[in-house]
């Protein structure tokens, strides 16, 4: 987990991450802080239960914003979200789960832990190098053709 990479993300516009302009607003914002304080409880959990709990409500809080409810929008957010939160080691809360936590969890826990999974594995990919170019020319004032500053 690169808190580095983490860290450059925090400036990351949410079209950046494939988040629909028409669902950015305050109220966006505001739950979008909401999201990154209950992903930090998964990080503190001490037990497999309170991971998920923590998931569960991130997930929920994500789908309860205003035109973000299609699964197509709940990881681009997962990922703005998880990127912003202080997650100091996201991988050993989900190891946690999957060493000790209880095997036949529901299907939307699942789902939702799979979310939080493909948003970490997202931020550590390499695919996320091009969003981390498009922040330093913009940060340089060097804006690509058809992008606004």
Same mark, same amino acid.
């Given at each position: 987990?690169?808190?580095?990479?983490?860290? /450059?993300?925090?400036?990351? *516009? =949410? !079209?950046?991450?494939?988040?629909?302009?028409?669902?950015?607003?305050?109220?966006? /914002?505001? !739950?979008?802080?909401?999201?990154?304080?209950?992903?930090?409880?998964?990080?503190?959990? !001490?037990?497999?239960?309170?991971?998920?709990?923590?998931?569960?409500?991130?997930?929920?809080?994500? %789908?309860?914003?205003?035109?973000?409810?299609?699964?197509?929008?709940?990881?681009?957010?997962?990922?703005?979200?998880?990127? /912003?939160?202080?997650?100091? *080691?996201?991988?050993?809360?989900?190891?946690?789960?999957?060493? &000790?936590?209880? =095997?036949?969890?529901?299907?939307? %826990? *699942?789902? &939702?832990? +799979?979310?939080?999974? $493909?948003?970490?594995?997202? +931020? &550590?990919?390499?695919? +996320?190098?091009?969003?981390?170019?498009?922040?330093?020319?913009? $940060? $340089?004032?060097?804006?690509?053709?058809?992008?606004?500053?």
């Amino acid at each position: 987990w690169d808190r580095a990479r983490c860290s /450059r993300l925090r400036d990351v *516009q =949410p !079209s950046d991450v494939g988040v629909p302009n028409a669902v950015i607003t305050d109220s966006f /914002r505001a !739950s979008c802080r909401r999201v990154e304080r209950e992903l930090e409880d998964v990080c503190f959990a !001490s037990c497999p239960n309170d991971v998920v709990d923590a998931v569960v409500r991130a997930v929920q809080s994500i %789908a309860a914003i205003g035109g973000v409810a299609a699964a197509d929008h709940i990881v681009p957010v997962m990922v703005l979200c998880a990127a /912003r939160a202080y997650l100091p *080691q996201p991988w050993l809360a989900l190891a946690l789960v999957m060493e &000790c936590g209880t =095997p036949e969890l529901p299907a939307y %826990a *699942q789902y &939702c832990l +799979i979310t939080f999974e $493909a948003a970490i594995t997202h +931020i &550590c990919s390499d695919e +996320i190098a091009g969003t981390l170019r498009v922040l330093q020319n913009r $940060a $340089a004032g060097n804006v690509a053709p058809g992008e606004q500053q």
